[in-house]
């Protein structure tokens, strides 16, 4: 399915439905995969501008202006004016019901599927969880992240043992 991504990325970039997901536990490759798409797309001809963030970074970095809401419009517009965004290690962290966290969650998701711009996700939930961490939110978000997917969900084998810890 990467490859795939990697080779119609052109095409899949303006067809509105243009979002890749990795899921799974720890150390099944998914950071792996998403950043051999973005190095890929970097080194073609025709370059992709694209951003990469650590989930957690980009709430920090939004939760700095959490009472300034223009300043907070103008750095989430920063994080997504990139053509692709990469966002490792999506909801890492499993915000609290009607938290700011989640509002962020659900801020990122929303603004992307309206660009109809591509994202690509990594996260450690698989669909099922994703909805039932979320409980307010969780279905919205999944809904669209399915949506702007279409079919590009790859979801790590529970008993894939995880590379980093695979010793013999």
Request: aromatic residues 10%.
């Amino acid at each position: 399915m990467t490859d795939s991504y990697i080779s119609n990325y052109d095409a899949i970039e303006n067809s509105g439905k243009n979002w890749i997901a990795f899921c799974g536990r720890s150390g099944s490759g998914k950071s792996t995969q998403a950043y051999m798409i973005i190095d890929n797309l970097l080194s073609r001809q025709r370059s992709v501008y694209a951003k990469c963030f650590q989930y957690q970074d980009v709430v920090r970095d939004l939760t700095a202006f959490r009472f300034d809401y223009e300043r907070f419009l103008d750095k989430l517009d920063e994080i997504l004016s990139a053509d692709l965004v990469l966002l490792d290690d999506f909801l890492d962290v499993i915000p609290k019901p009607e938290s700011f966290e989640e509002q962020v969650a659900l801020t990122i998701i929303k603004r992307r599927y309206i660009q109809r711009k591509p994202l690509i996700l990594t996260t450690e939930l698989t669909p099922r969880a994703f909805q039932n961490s979320i409980p307010r939110h969780g279905e919205a978000m999944l809904g669209r992240i399915v949506e702007m997917c279409s079919g590009r969900i790859m979801v790590a084998s529970s008993d894939r043992p995880n590379y980093r810890i695979n010793v013999s």
